[in-house]
């Protein structure tokens, strides 16, 4: 199945939560189940939260290879700009089997978040690397 289909599934998704005012905020492979039909559902909604664009978020919560570099440095963070940094990991998962952001500790690893230190393989499209260039931003 093409990565293309999935991501555009997981996307309306995630629009979806972002309309009513949810959202998820543990987006990371393991969420997102596929049916017999091979449609992406969105799981596990245990962190998420409602919010309004009047009122940003304050809880830190996520997993830390998917989590915004916001949220590690405790500031108070916009649910939906969150949610669209961690997409851009499962993204960058999807197109090259790893995820982006390594490290051999968890200070080495959230160095690399917060410096957005990654490797961007040769093989990706310019219109991919630039997708995931701008969901992964230090301002979101």
Known sequence: MEVHHLFHQILAALSHCHTWGVAHRDLKPENLLLDRHQNIK????????QFS?????????????????????RQEYSGPAADVWS????????????????????????????????????????QCRDLLRKMRTLDP
């Open 87 to 126: 997409l851009g990991v499962v993204l960058y998962d999807m197109v090259t089997g790893k995820l982006p952001f390594e490290g051999t500790s968890l200070g080495e690893l959230r160095a690399r978040v917060l410096s957005i230190v990654y490797h961007e393989p040769h093989y990706l499209s310019q």
């Open 42 to 49: 969105l799981a596990d909604f245990a962190l998420s939260a």
């Open 53 to 73: 664009v009047a009122a940003l978020l304050k809880t830190p919560c996520g997993s830390l290879q998917f989590v915004a570099p916001e949220i590690l440095r």
